[in-house]
């Protein structure tokens, strides 16, 4: 239930983040009545701005951000009337008296659920919440948001989530991942486990393969000097290609619970096969696209922008089966997706010169369209004798359900709001991906210092370096073209 007092403080409050997901997405939940009288939303950054002058950037953002037809006046100055400013730096002693005050001389204060949600440099993490802490100004009702990234490798994800774990327990902490809260995500849950036909084909005697693809079309813009230091494998893999990986390949939970869900993608993320330098020379590759490092103003650039990779799940159900995941930017096409690829039939009774056959696929579309396409063998249509073809049986959810599908952040804000961490990631989950991802930069990173080795360049606008084709045709297999 939505408790009756809410502050919701945004460290970095002027940021990126904050004026383009955060902030429309409480709108979305205002305008839908999801937010109370009693509910506030604190702006913390360095700017200098006062609460009227924070109201008219918050005002701005929302009309660029929020499409216009979406934008109701009455709902917009209700959001705007819930808004604070505080000028802080999170490094100085000013400013943390005034955001006490605030937060404490409010009606119900004693009741208020207070939610902490660093949008700022990982660095900062840990001294916010201590001072938070220093001040009083966390409580069993308190929770603290954090974006990624979360950590550089494990050890220093273990310091930050160690730093923020002296001043609040697990079960406050919510690390964002928001590829979880996309109605495309959840539904995965829902396809697999509320439709019985599925799973008894879900396993390494039917499936042959799996394929993940989040491909990008735009650079890396203004994020530069963050990009450059994180990389696509700790940008996207580490995080969300392995988050998709799970929810693919967990096992049924008995229920969904706060905790059953996180302990079903632990499982996977633990059974992963840890990559030995041999498997990572083999089964990974590295690009970037042109103009990446004059972009981001660093000739000596190694920093990768794509990456593809072959993993495997071992345990009874998948053992045998390679997961081939691949992210990059600057791709011919905006296109996330899963590709459930079947075995051949156990015996063809059809002569194979009648016609082409192809082995059944399940495309589950993430974005931009959501849907799924199950591609099958069909005979067509014809007097003569029997040929086979392939066809489609397609499912698109902007026709399905005829209504608007909510930004990811949307559902994790009022999770938080609510105390609900399902769609979040516990540290656990978070430092058992790190596990299996810092041998493969260690690897990486021994090759570009002995070799001088850089990754693959791939021309911007098309599908990625020749050796992520390598990867899958050396199998005997292709990536499937993106089914959007
Ligand atoms: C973020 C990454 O986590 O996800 C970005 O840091 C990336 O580099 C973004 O562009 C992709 O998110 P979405 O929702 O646009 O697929």
Known sequence: ALPEHCDFTVFGGTGDLALRKLLPALYHRDREGQLLPGHRIVGVSRSALDTDGYRSLVRSALETHVPAGELEPAAVERLLSRLHHLELDAHQPEGWHELHGLLKDR????????????????????????????????????????????GHDLASARAVNDAVGRVFAEHQVFRIDHYLGK???????????????????????????????????????????????????RDMVQNHLLQLLCLVAMEPPTYVGRETVRDEKLKVLQALKPLTPADVDRDTVRGAYEGYADEVDHPDSRTETFVALKAEVQNWRWAGVPFYLRTGKRMDQRASEIVVVFKEPPHAMFPQSEGTTAPNRLHILVQPDEGMKLHLTAKEPGPGGIRLRPVSLDLSYATAFDQRS????????????????????????????????EPILARWAQRSAELEER??????????????????????????????
């Not at 994790?412 to 105390?419: F, S, Y």
Request: charged share 25%; with cysteine; proline share 7%.
């Open 455 to 484: 990754p693959e360049t791939y021309p911007a606008g098309s599908s990625g370096p020749t050796a992520a084709a390598d990867l899958v045709e050396r199998d005997g297999r292709t990536w499937q073209e993106t089914d959007q």
């Open 107 to 150: 009606p119900g204060a004693d009741q208020t659920v207070r939610v902490y949600y660093l949008a700022v440099a990982p660095g900062l993490f840990g001294p916010t919440c201590e001072r938070l802490d220093e001040l009083g100004l966390v409580d069993e009702r308190s929770r603290v948001v954090m974006e990624k990234p979360i």
């Open 183 to 233: 109605e495309s995500v959840q539904n995965l849950l829902v396809t697999r486990f509320a439709n019985a036909f599925l799973e008894p084909l879900w396993n390494s005697r039917w499936v042959d393969h799996v394929q993940i693809t989040v491909a990008e079309t735009v650079g890396v813009g203004g994020r530069g000097p963050y990009y450059d230091n994180a990389g696509a494998l």
């Open 406 to 437: 909510p930004d990811a952040y949307e559902r994790l804000l009022m999770d938080v709001v609510r105390g609900n961490p399902t769609l979040f990631m516990r540290r656990d989950e978070v430092e058992a991906a790190w596990t299996w991802v």
